[in-house]
């Protein structure tokens, strides 16, 4: 059973940097894919970034383009969400995702994964 824990979240005002962090415990297979998801209130819990444990790629949202980066400590079964010149919008609870295989072209959907964490929350304010 693969476990995830975020952490890293916090209050920061506009222009701010936050680094998210999913620990990941209880992988069996050799590649999961690892994907941050963005819930901002009221709205629908969305893609943001996707990891491929082996090292094979990434895929981010067309929103997180230039000011997000998704990265891995593979040693530690990490991953990283490093988000730069944070806006408002970006508010919201974050979660990170995992399952078995490469993200694909279905990395955004929420269905693609049934490990889940519990989420930690960024808020920006001008």
């Known amino acids: 059973q693969v476990q995830l824990v975020e952490s890293g979240g916090g209050s920061v005002q506009a222009g701010g940097s936050l680094r998210l962090t999913c620990a990941a415990s209880g992988y069996r297979y050799h590649n999961y894919c690892v994907t941050w998801f963005r819930q901002a209130p009221g709205k629908e819990r969305e893609g943001v970034a996707g990891?491929?444990?082996?090292?094979?790629?990434?895929v981010y949202a067309d929103s997180a383009k230039g000011r997000s980066t998704i990265s891995q400590d593979n040693a530690n079964n990490t991953v990283y969400l490093e988000m730069i010149s944070l806006k408002p919008e970006d508010t919201g609870m974050y979660y990170c995702a995992a399952d078995w295989g490469f993200c694909g072209s279905t990395w955004s959907g929420l269905g693609r994964y049934r490990y889940w964490g519990q989420g930690t929350q960024v808020s920006v304010s001008l």
């Open positions: 990891i491929n444990t082996d090292g094979s790629g990434t």
